[in-house]
């Protein structure tokens, strides 16, 4: 998991913004304590939610991750990449684009995380340590479930 010395500063939210960041958190902590150990239908369930869905600009994904951040200490917290990283793609894909959503590992020393990335870039990581993970899952705009 990725580690930060302290939550990112919080931004302004519309009232709009508000509320989907909320279902884009809610739904993201759902899906992850029903599905966050079992990495196969967590595929599947992001894999249909990125179906027909546009590639998201790096600072539409940028600001999502703004707002989940905002709305959420613990997805803001550096243990918090997986909720983190899913509501931030649901809160994308409620204007009908979706970032390339990524988990990987690395060892060693053995850790695991999970980001976004967009316009083949990740999304406000260090590009130099995501570089040292190896993607396991990675979920593409457009896909469609076989």
Known sequence: MSTVTALPAPIALTPGEHLRGRLAVAAAHLLTAALGKHPARLHQVLTFSAR???????EQAEHARDVVTTLSPR????YGCLPRSIATALLCRQ??????????????????????????????????????FTPILTITPGESTP
């Open 52 to 58: 027909g869905a546009a590639p998201a600009p790096y």
């Open 75 to 78: 997805c803001g917290s550096g």
């Open 95 to 132: 204007y009908g684009t979706w970032p390339t959503w990524k988990s990987g590992v690395r060892f060693p020393p053995l850790a695991s995380h999970a980001w976004i990335e967009a316009d083949a870039r990740p999304v406000a990581e260090e590009p130099a340590v995501i570089a040292t």
